[in-house]
């Protein structure tokens, strides 16, 4: 499956953005997916997952209560709303896509598809 991220930008501390991941080549309800980021000179973490009916969430500490995931397999889409961003939110977002659709996965290994990343920068 290949998989397209977007919606990246630059936005105030306090703001809002919502990320998009499209997929294609693939039954995009076959996958679990999630979304990891990277600061600059950070290792990539994680930050949230969802099951293939959206279900089933789960999010990194560092994220929760402030950001959501959601995907709309009509669509082979999933999304990342991210508010009340905050200046360490600031990075390269990845989705990535598993070939298990109920399997919540919070660790690198084990996702088989990244897409390319988009970068949010978050800025007073």
């Known amino acids: 499956v290949q998989l397209q991220a977007s919606g990246g930008g630059l936005v105030q501390i306090g703001g809002s953005l919502r990320l998009s991941c499209a997929a294609s080549g693939r039954t995009f309800s076959n996958y679990a997916m999630g979304w990891f980021r990277q600061a600059p000179g950070k290792e990539r973490e994680f930050v949230a997952a969802?099951?293939?009916?959206?279900?089933?969430?789960y999010y990194g500490d560092s994220v929760k209560g402030r950001f959501t995931v959601s995907r709309d397999n009509a669509k082979n889409t999933v999304y990342l709303q991210m508010n009340n961003l905050k200046p360490e939110d600031t990075a390269v977002y990845y989705c990535?896509?598993?070939?298990?659709?109920?399997?919540?996965?919070?660790?690198?290994?084990?996702?088989?598809?990244w897409g390319q990343g988009t970068l949010v920068t978050v800025s007073s």
């Open positions: 990535a896509a598993v070939s298990d659709p109920i399997i919540i996965l919070t660790t690198l290994r084990g996702y088989d598809y």
């Open positions: 969802i099951s293939w009916s959206g279900g089933a969430t």
